[in-house]
């Protein structure tokens, strides 16, 4: 990747650190007080003074609602408006009780989220005339929850007296225009998308210039920063987003940009668990792990992180924690360092390699289906797996898992279960 270089950001003397705050952390006014109140309490740690950054999803069940009012209009456009219409007034009432008597703060963002929402609202009837629903429009609709999101926790840390920016990702992070349409699927392993990490240091330049002057040295406290995770645009300029459970991605992303000492994910459970708590009942969360296990246990169903967050981190060496908003005092998951012994770091703990326990956690992938080919005939013969998976490749089917007997008469895949009838038919 290429090195990011240091901007107006860099000039305190502590590092930044960057903490995350999904959905299920942002579901209400007074988990909004308790995140922002988190933010401020991480901001002064043992007496510090240390450069805090905030990105943040929408409110909890918010895309979802937004994704919904697009896919309503091909059909029922006055349903559609009025979804809307209670998607913006939701977010309007979650910021009124956060921040109560306070119009010279929450003014401007309730005027900002009505206009996002008549914005939205002009461009329902061209979905219902089309019938169909263009995945630029459903991106663009979707990512406007983290927009309000940033805004709303924006306010409530204005409102206790801290000096804070909030950042619009479309005006800073860039990706390329090759970026896939469409959001994807929750939890879905999508495509890393690379950011064009020099436009967007350039202009996290200028949007620091334009709100802080462009000054920052070690005698000033670092303000804070809100940043809306999800959204990006394209190096054309067309909002688009980094998918389902992208907004982890965009968390890494700027830690990296930021250089940050760490990055903390805020979720509503203890860190990485063994196994899933609510099938296991006995299983506990994990103190330490390598990288190379979280993107094994993400890859294979768990949800706690997703793979491509992590790579960022391991570009520059970040560690990131897991740790549950609703008991900031447990000390959850650190992930940092390398599995293979060819590829640790020396600046490694003995922890983050701790091979007393061979098998760290156990986890799933449900909805799967088996396909198996099998046959004597083709016993020794050269090519079979390679055919197999060319069929496969050329029906648009994902292999998620591969196993060949050692004898060679069978090969078995792993698909998504979605996809099974389809995997059948052109291995056919």
């Not at 590092?15 to 988190?38: D, I, M, N, P, Q």
């Not at 005698?219 to 688009?240: D, E, H, K, N, Q």
């Not at 987003?241 to 907004?247: D, F, I, M, P, V």
Request: proline fraction near 5%; hydrophobic fraction near 40%.
């Amino acid at each position: 990747a290429a090195p990011v270089n240091a901007g107006a950001w860099s000039k305190f003397d502590e590092k930044w650190e960057v903490h995350k705050f999904g959905g299920a952390s942002l579901r209400t006014a007074e988990l909004y007080k308790t995140c922002g109140e988190l933010l401020r309490s991480e901001a002064s740690r043992d007496g510090g003074s240390i450069p805090t950054c905030a990105v943040v999803s929408a409110a909890g069940g918010m895309t979802d609602d937004l994704v919904s009012v697009v896919r309503t209009s091909v059909q029922d456009q006055v349903a559609a408006e009025a979804k809307m219409q209670a998607a913006a007034q939701r977010q309007i009432d979650l910021l009124l009780e956060l921040v109560p008597g306070r119009p010279e703060l929450t003014g401007p963002v309730i005027s900002n989220i009505r206009k996002d929402s008549e914005g939205v609202t002009s461009m329902l009837t061209a979905v219902g005339l089309m019938r169909s629903v263009p995945p630029q429009m459903e991106e663009l609709v979707a990512g406007l929850g983290e927009v309000w999101s940033a805004q709303t926790l924006m306010c409530y840390l204005k409102a206790a007296g801290e000096k804070v920016g909030w950042i619009d990702a479309r005006d800073v992070l860039v990706v390329p225009d090759s970026a896939s349409g469409g959001l994807g699927e929750k939890g879905q392993a999508f495509e890393t998308i690379q950011p064009c990490w020099d436009t967007t240091t350039e202009k996290l330049d200028q949007w620091w210039e334009g709100t802080f002057g462009g000054k920052a040295d070690s005698s000033t406290r670092a303000p804070f920063l809100v940043i809306t995770g999800f959204i990006c645009s394209t190096t054309s300029g067309r909002p688009t987003t980094l998918k389902r459970s992208g907004s982890d991605y965009s968390a890494t992303i700027f830690a990296k940009l930021l250089d940050a000492s760490r990055v903390v994910f805020w979720k509503d459970v203890d860190g990485v668990y063994t196994a899933d708590p609510r099938r296991v009942p006995d299983a506990f969360s994990i103190k330490s792990m390598t990288f190379d296990e979280a993107m094994e246990l993400a890859y294979f169903g768990g949800q706690v992180l997703h793979p491509s967050a992590m790579v960022p981190c391991i570009e520059r060496r970040i560690p990131v924690l897991v740790r549950n908003v609703f008991r900031p005092w447990h000390p959850g998951t650190r992930v940092y360092g390398r599995g293979d012994e060819r590829l640790r770091w020396d600046d490694q703990e003995p922890e983050d390699t701790d091979n007393a326990v061979p098998v760290k956690a156990i986890t799933s992938i449900e909805k799967i289906a088996v396909v198996t080919l099998s046959g004597a005939s083709f016993l020794g013969t050269r090519g079979v797996a390679q055919r197999m998976m060319e069929a496969l490749a050329t029906c648009g089917v994902n292999v998620i898992l591969t196993s060949q007997g050692s004898s060679e008469h069978s090969i078995t895949v792993a698909v998504d279960e979605a996809q099974g009838d389809a995997a059948e038919e052109g291995v056919r």
